[in-house]
């Protein structure tokens, strides 16, 4: 069984749309966006949808460029989960989404083309607590899980 958050409203129909998003940590905090339209402001990671043939890796690393100017390599597949929604333009989507782990390599301002995107560093509980969506928030909950492996607690 597939993780499925949000709720189908019956007058909706939703478009399935395969995206991937990322999670990159620098210094304990991990990068998200926050995308302003004309009705607000919201927090997203960082990623989108898979176009034509791209893999997800690429997809992922194309997504961070474009929305945050940071140049990023993909390190492991985390989770996938989808998520029912309503775009700010009115459309359905259910985002049948893959959550990478992300290198950060460096930054290229000039990559970044999304204008209505700022890159936010935020700590992982401000973080679960700001996204928009629950699948997102499940993907942050999953990486900090896993990170107990390797990080000794103190």
């Not at 390599?73 to 989770?79: M, Q, S, W």
């Not at 996938?80 to 333009?89: G, K, P």
């Not at 499940?138 to 103190?154: E, F, G, H, S, Y």
């Amino acid at each position: 069984m597939k993780l499925q958050f949000g709720i189908a409203r019956a007058d909706i129909d939703y478009r399935h749309r395969a995206a991937v998003f990322g999670i990159a940590e620098r210094d304990g905090l991990i990068a998200c966006v926050r995308i302003t339209r004309d009705k607000g402001a919201y927090f997203d990671l960082p990623g989108g949808a898979v176009e034509g043939t791209e893999t997800e890796a690429e997809a992922v690393a194309r997504e961070f460029r474009e929305e945050t100017g940071l140049d990023v390599a993909p390190v492991d597949r985390l989770t996938e989960a989808s998520q029912y929604f309503v775009r700010t333009d009115g459309e359905g989507l259910n985002n049948v989404s893959a959550f990478w782990t992300m290198a950060i390599r460096g930054s290229t301002p000039a990559n970044k083309q999304e204008q209505d995107h700022q890159l936010v560093w935020m700590s992982p509980v401000e973080a679960l607590q700001a996204v928009r969506h629950e699948a997102h928030a499940w993907a942050i909950t999953c990486w900090l899980r896993d990170r107990r492996q390797v990080v000794t607690m103190v």
